[in-house]
């Protein structure tokens, strides 16, 4: 966690500023050029210059505190195991712990066993190999596909932007690279946290663990909203797209990628007994009896991929391979959509919309775009780009 981050994050129960103890930092070189990009986000160098590693963040207003472990603060409204095991560890170096409480909430509709399997699942990878087949180059790629409309979006400065469903940190590392921007990943999955170091050396990333419906985040503040494969895996992909929609700035962006009813077309018995019978009785199985036919299914799909795989087939291992394989069998929730379902939700807040191109993805990334990768904008954003037009036409006139 960067200090700056301070400015932005908030306390999840009632909307209001963080206070911070430090009790460890690693200091970070900036280079010349991160010193001009500070400048450019609107972040003071200095409160970029140092990561939080451990420490305590607390609200005065709502008399609660929250860990900050491995420089990722972990802002659930319900409490962990990291909780208590934090308080343990810290409870003689400050009197935080006797003055506020630990967060008391209560988790969504199958938030537990959601963070629980995409722990396990996330784990298994770093955010500087492979993800899913893709390299960080291609991950760029397509990166750069999914936020290519409205016209001069990432020419903003400053670009702030949310990053809903984090993962291992590879797509947030992607999504820093693309944009220049600064990112306030998210995401349930408690891996995050004990993969915080990797990215604490960036002064452009702040990730944290919270739920996606009780974000520590002030509405209608972040000019882009970005989530790819996330929504689908709550209790309720619309539910949860309005959760994270309310952050968007009146005039910013929002993607997202889901996935699409209209991929299972043509694939008939064999997909719906994946998706709809098989999945939900391997998400439900017992640990020992889960793991065991996970294992068994990583090493098929392993031998399958190393032969025939489409992306990242060189830098594939069985990490990988069970990586897939759980994101594939040990979801509770795994919902597809219709593209017209998802367009109305964007229509029903206003937005304009623009699906991604398709044969652009095929011919840069290699493969057939599934899903739905859908940016919406409203009608304020085109009037902003159309004013900093006519300024810049009149500047050049003079």
């Not at 409490?79 to 409480?101: A, L």
């Not at 191109?357 to 011919?363: N, P, S, T, V």
């Amino acid at each position: 966690m960067k200090r700056y981050a301070l400015q932005t994050l908030v306390c999840p129960f009632s909307q209001s500023e963080l206070s911070l103890v430090s009790f460890e930092e690693t200091p970070t070189e900036l280079t010349d050029q991160a010193i001009e990009r500070c400048h450019l986000l609107g972040i003071d160098p200095e409160l970029a210059s140092s990561a939080v590693k451990e420490g305590v963040l607390y609200s005065e207003q709502s008399g609660r505190w929250f860990p900050v472990v491995n420089y990722t603060p972990i802002l659930l409204d319900f409490p962990t195991d990291m909780h208590r095991e934090f308080k343990e560890r810290h409870g003689s170096t400050t009197d935080i712990f006797e003055r506020y409480q630990m967060a008391d909430g209560m988790p969504r509709e199958g938030e537990l066993f959601v963070q629980k399997t995409f722990t396990r699942q996330w784990d298994l990878l770093n955010y500087d190999n492979i993800s899913f087949g893709f390299t960080p180059e291609l991950r760029d790629e397509f990166v750069k596909l999914e936020l290519d409309w409205p016209p001069a979006l990432l020419e903003q400065s400053p670009l702030k932007v949310l990053e809903v469903g984090a993962g291992s940190g590879f797509e947030t590392a992607s999504l820093e690279r693309v944009t220049k921007g600064a990112i306030f990943g998210f995401d349930l999955n408690l891996a995050l946290v004990r993969k915080g170091h990797l990215l604490a050396s960036n002064p452009f990333i702040n990730n944290s663990i919270s739920s996606l419906f009780r974000l520590p985040l002030r509405p209608r503040t972040f000019p882009l909203v970005y989530s790819s494969g996330v929504l689908h895996h709550t209790y309720s992909t619309k539910d949860a797209f309005d959760a994270i929609e309310k952050f968007r700035a009146e005039d910013g962006v929002i993607y997202i990628w889901v996935y699409a009813h209209e991929d299972e077309i043509g694939k008939g018995l064999k997909l719906y007994l994946v998706e709809d019978v098989f999945r939900p009785r391997v998400a439900r199985l017992p640990d020992f009896w889960q793991n065991l036919v996970v294992k068994g299914l990583s090493r098929y799909w392993h031998r399958k991929y190393t032969k025939y795989g489409a992306l990242g087939r060189e830098k594939w291992t069985l990490k990988d391979s069970e990586h897939t394989v759980r994101d594939r069998f040990t979801p509770l929730y795994a919902y597809r959509h219709s593209f017209k379902e998802v367009i109305m939700w964007f229509q029903d807040k206003g937005l304009d919309y623009s699906l991604i191109d398709a044969k652009a993805y095929r011919e840069r990334i290699g493969i057939q775009l599934t899903g739905i990768g859908l940016r919406g904008a409203p009608q304020a954003y085109f009037d902003k780009l159309a004013q900093r037009s006519n300024a810049h036409a009149a500047g050049r006139a003079a």
